[in-house]
């Protein structure tokens, strides 16, 4: 028995954008998600992080993972969004086979991950 593929959408936002319209543009992909008639499977801020090389004279930029199945017609919707988009910076969506991803779930008590790294990071051993 074969697995239905799923996609996955990794895009990186300008760093210098403020939280708030990091979450604006998060939830609005998010919706054109579902509004292709997909669904979304998981949705992750990877955080600000350095590039490997300058784009658009960025040199960090916010990563973004997104998961979603559907029937492939999201992607060209989702991607042309991104493309006139002057806060994408870059984009790539991957067709993935394996297993579907288990949606992230962080207690309410708990920090994010990303904002939990750096004191992890400090800890002295």
Do not use: C, F, W
């Not at 403020?18 to 579902?34: A, D, G, L, N, Q």
């Not at 350095?50 to 999201?74: F, T």
């Not at 991104?82 to 969506?93: A, C, K, N, P």
């Not at 394996?98 to 400090?122: D, I, Y």
């Amino acid at each position: 028995m074969s697995q239905q593929p799923y996609y996955e959408t990794m895009y990186i936002l300008r760093p210098d954008i403020p939280e708030e319209e990091v979450e604006t543009h998060v939830s609005k992909y998010r919706e054109m998600i579902t509004e292709a008639g997909a669904e979304v499977l998981d949705n992750q801020m990877r955080g600000k992080r350095r590039l490997a090389y300058p784009i658009a004279k960025h040199k960090e930029g916010i990563y973004v993972q997104l998961s979603h199945n559907g029937n492939g017609q999201q992607v060209a919707v989702l991607e042309k969004a991104m493309r006139l988009s002057e806060d994408v910076i870059r984009y790539l969506t991957v067709k993935q086979d394996g297993p579907l991803p288990a949606p992230r779930v962080v207690p309410a008590n708990e920090p994010e991950p990303a904002t939990a790294e750096p004191q992890e990071a400090s800890v002295e051993t």
